[in-house]
């Protein structure tokens, strides 16, 4: 199992568009709120944040915050989802590991990478603690385990030929609102409804990858970050090689 590292694959959190559908305006709005919301996050937690806050530390105007991204939670989430896809890039491009996973197993280097990325987190420890409190934290974790979700199967989809563009996790709105029977798209064959799909398989380990890492920052897991690593790997393997 390898995740992919292309960043033509990250996708933002709320209403995705393709490169050609965005206005350069308004991507450079959503992304100084994206990057202001990031700071505000770094210094104190969710529910002390206020919109008015935010468009200040922007530059901007609460109407353009409600316009992008329908309310605070809506741009929490934005946040989110933009710091942990920067880091599952950072994570697996890092040291030649998109390189080396070409010529060698990629159980090994998705180890590697996955030490990788929770070191990252812990350098950015007060931001995800940050995001992942308050009455939004469960749209957050939601969101980030979406990422998590995708990215998965973007790189299940390289090593087993599938078509990457019907990605199920491509759209969060799909997700939302009907997030356990989506499409299985790893066979044209019938799936034995005993059985969990592949979508439901990533979901799995996705809600087991992120509740253990929002988990250990928040201290309540006593580990270093290889022995947390060598966990989330054997889940991933179990659930996903089974």
């Keep these: 199992m390898t995740i992919n590292t292309d960043s033509s694959e990250q996708t933002a959190a709320a209403a995705?568009?393709?490169p050609a559908e965005v206005d350069p305006r308004v991507a450079r709005s959503r992304e100084t709120l994206i990057a202001a919301m990031t700071e505000l996050l770094r210094e104190q937690p969710i529910d002390k944040i206020t919109a008015s806050m935010v468009a200040r530390e922007a530059s901007t105007s609460r109407p353009t915050l409600y316009q992008h991204f329908g309310d605070l939670t809506g741009l929490a989430v934005a946040a989110a989802v933009h710091n942990l896809e920067q880091l599952l890039f950072t994570a697996w491009d890092e040291d030649g590991l998109a390189v080396a996973r070409e010529t060698s197993d990629s159980q090994t280097n998705n180890a590697a990478a996955i030490r990788n990325l929770l070191t990252h987190l812990r350098e950015d420890q007060e931001f995800f603690l940050n995001v992942t409190q308050g009455p939004s934290s469960y749209r957050v974790t939601q969101a980030i385990t979406y990422a998590l979700a995708r990215q998965l199967w973007n790189g299940l989809a390289l090593e087993k030929g599938l078509d990457r563009s019907k990605n199920p996790f491509t759209s969060l709105t799909h997700f939302e609102e009907d997030p356990l029977h989506s499409e299985d798209l790893d066979s044209e064959d019938p799936v034995d409804s005993n059985e969990p799909t592949l979508v439901q398989q990533l979901q799995f380990v996705s809600d087991g990858v992120a509740g253990n890492a929002i988990g250990w920052l928040?201290?309540?897991?006593?580990?270093?970050?290889?022995?947390?690593?060598?966990?989330?790997?054997?889940?991933?393997?179990?659930?996903?090689?089974?």
């Design 16 to 18: 995705p568009q393709t």
């Design 218 to 242: 928040a201290g309540t897991r006593d580990e270093t970050v290889e022995q947390l690593a060598a966990t989330l790997q054997n889940l991933a393997q179990r659930v996903l090689l089974h």
